[in-house]
């Protein structure tokens, strides 16, 4: 979601750069959307894809990839339209980008071993990876997820309220706005450090269990290069994930380097390219990767683009 470095280069602009800025990220936003949309419909679309287990992941990681993407836009309009928030209200929608942002590793911890198991133990992976235990896992990945939210909310409790005299706020709502009290901001440290070194430690053990079950003669040596390559494919989506972690960090760097003008108009583009466009390349590169949804998708997606295109038609020829 928009940081608060992001949300003070908002409150720099003029009204066209805003405007502007505004048009430019809801755009982008849109079409991510779109394609986030059709992966999900056609996820739900047949029972193959309801059933199977990575397929019952992707949707986890695509659900949450969507949600903090309309989140993360929603946040940067009302700053770019320079509108406060209540509290409460400021930090419901924090604590919602909160829990949709942190459930991307987890699902990617999953994800991961399930491909251990498939190619490490390959006899039990029917027995282990089962519908009902994957949908299980999600619904813990979520819980866990709820629960570091709900500390973070219980955290804000301890900020002295009722001494303010509205509630407020003074400044455009952001996640860094309701770090109020120093041990939240601490907490915040430790969890994401903690949430991301884990999520990294467990994806390279399955790589390297995979590399060493990849030389024993009875594995599948095309199953074992293909899982392989999943698993670098989610160390590479954990890396997008990281990268709205950075942001900030990055925007900081880069303020020292650039006059104010050129970067009023870069930290636009990077919030596309760093909390917009991974929530959707993420989930698309995944989803593309698999022949059976591949083609669903592509077809779904022709047929969505038919519907939004004829009515256009109809109405410049009318």
Not at 47 to 74: C, H, K, M, P
Not at 86 to 97: E, I, Q, R
Not at 112 to 139: D, K, M, Q, W
Not at 176 to 181: G, I, S
Request: positive net charge; contains cysteine; aromatic residues 14%.
């Amino acid at each position: 979601m928009a940081t608060l470095i992001s949300v003070n280069v908002t409150f720099l602009m003029g009204f066209e750069e805003r405007v502007a800025s505004a048009t430019l990220t809801t755009f982008f936003c849109l079409i991510f959307l779109f394609i986030n949309g059709v992966m999900l419909f056609t996820l739900g679309s047949k029972r193959v894809f309801r059933e199977t287990s990575r397929y019952i992941l992707l949707s986890n990681l695509l659900l949450g990839d969507t949600l903090q993407l309309a989140i993360s836009q929603l946040l940067y309009l009302l700053s770019a339209s320079r509108v406060t928030l209540t509290y409460p209200l400021c930090g419901v929608f924090v604590m919602l980008g909160k829990l949709f942002s942190r459930i991307s590793p987890l699902v990617l911890v999953v994800m991961s071993l399930e491909r251990y198991v498939a190619v490490c133990h390959p006899l039990r992976h029917a027995s282990i990876i089962t519908s009902r235990n994957t949908v299980g896992a999600s619904l813990a990945a979520w819980v866990f997820c709820f629960l570091n939210v709900l500390i973070q909310g219980l955290l804000l409790l301890m900020f002295p309220f009722d001494q303010l005299e509205s509630l407020q706020m003074s400044q455009f709502c952001s996640f860094f706005a309701m770090l109020l009290v120093p041990v939240s901001a601490f907490y915040v440290n430790v969890y994401t450090y903690f949430l991301f070194i884990s999520a990294t430690l467990t994806i390279v053990f399955s790589y390297v269990g995979v590399i060493v079950s990849a030389r024993s003669a009875a594995t599948d040596k095309d199953s074992a290069r293909k899982a392989r390559d999943t698993l670098l494919l989610h160390l590479a989506q954990l890396g997008l994930s990281l990268l709205s972690v950075f942001y900030t960090t990055l925007l900081l760097q880069i303020s020292t380097l650039l006059s104010w003008v050129v970067f009023i108009r870069l930290q636009c583009i990077l919030f596309v390219l760093f909390f917009l466009f991974p929530r959707c390349l993420s989930s698309l590169v995944y989803g593309l990767r698999d022949h059976s949804f591949r083609v669903a998708f592509v077809d779904h997606l022709h047929f969505h683009l038919k519907v939004s295109v004829t009515p256009v038609k109809a109405a410049f020829v009318s």
